[in-house]
């Protein structure tokens, strides 16, 4: 069974830049979850997904992060303009409809904003 | 608010040791508590999940265990080996929430 795909593995840009990353779940995986995870940190949850619809974006700073996932199933989440403290790895993770507890997480975004 | 803590940060032992990692957590009415391993440049990958009602859980030669009312959970791993060389991190999820909350982790290193 293949995994949660994400890509870039790692990027680098200078502030007030933007990015994008994009998460491919597993399929049949109709939940899908962002976090950011800045070193030396547990990663926080940034966005939750059911389907193509957003269930949780609370720690979501929406001033400059945004995410979607038109059909329900790749998901891209974009940082404009990046700042300095958004350097971290940025992990997206998918589940059962209704699986919180069994997320299968991807390798993650390393990005760091110089 | 929800803080989950993980003391101390990293570890290093050698081989062999048997080794009790701890979490604690400020909010005991959680609904679970999970154990993650990360491998530098990889994802995470869960271990144990303990239910609220559970008082352990046992997968080969980790064990862990919830104290609901003190705020605090054990991983035990016995006869430590250099592949469990890892950060560990604990999450909690509080009922009727669907958001873990993970604590910062513990960077275990094996030494052969």
């Known amino acids: 069974e293949a995994g949660v795909a994400q890509s870039p593995r790692y990027k680098i840009i200078e502030k007030r830049q933007s990015v994008a990353f994009w998460c491919n779940p597993i399929?049949?995986?109709?939940?899908l979850y962002w976090y950011q995870q800045i070193l030396g940190q547990g990663p926080k949850l940034l966005i939750q997904?059911?389907?193509?619809?957003?269930?949780?974006d609370s720690q979501l700073p929406k001033d400059r992060f945004s995410a979607e996932r038109l059909k329900g199933v790749d998901s891209t989440l974009k940082i404009q303009p990046a700042k300095l403290e958004d350097s971290a790895v940025y992990l997206c993770?998918?589940?059962?409809?209704?699986?919180?507890?069994?997320?299968?997480f991807g390798p993650g975004t390393r990005l760091t904003v110089l | 608010k929800q803080e989950v803590t993980q003391i101390p940060a990293a570890l290093s032992v050698p081989e062999g040791e048997n080794l009790v990692l701890n979490c604690s957590f400020t909010?005991?009415?959680?609904?679970?508590l999970q154990w993650f391993r990360q491998d530098p440049g990889k994802g995470l990958t869960s271990l144990l999940l303990i239910q609220s009602s559970q008082r352990e859980q046992t997968s080969g030669r980790l064990n862990a265990s919830l104290d609901k009312s003190s705020g605090r959970s054990t991983l035990y791993i016995a006869a430590s080996q250099p592949g469990d060389s890892a950060t560990y991190l604990c999450a909690v999820r509080r009922g009727g929430s669907e958001k873990l909350v993970f604590g910062k982790g513990m960077k275990l290193t094996v030494n052969p």
């Open positions: 399929s049949g995986h109709a939940t």
């Open positions: 997904f059911q389907n193509n619809g957003v269930v949780d």
């Open positions: 909010d005991s009415a959680i609904y679970n």
């Open positions: 993770a998918s589940s059962l409809k209704g699986r919180v507890d069994e997320q299968f």
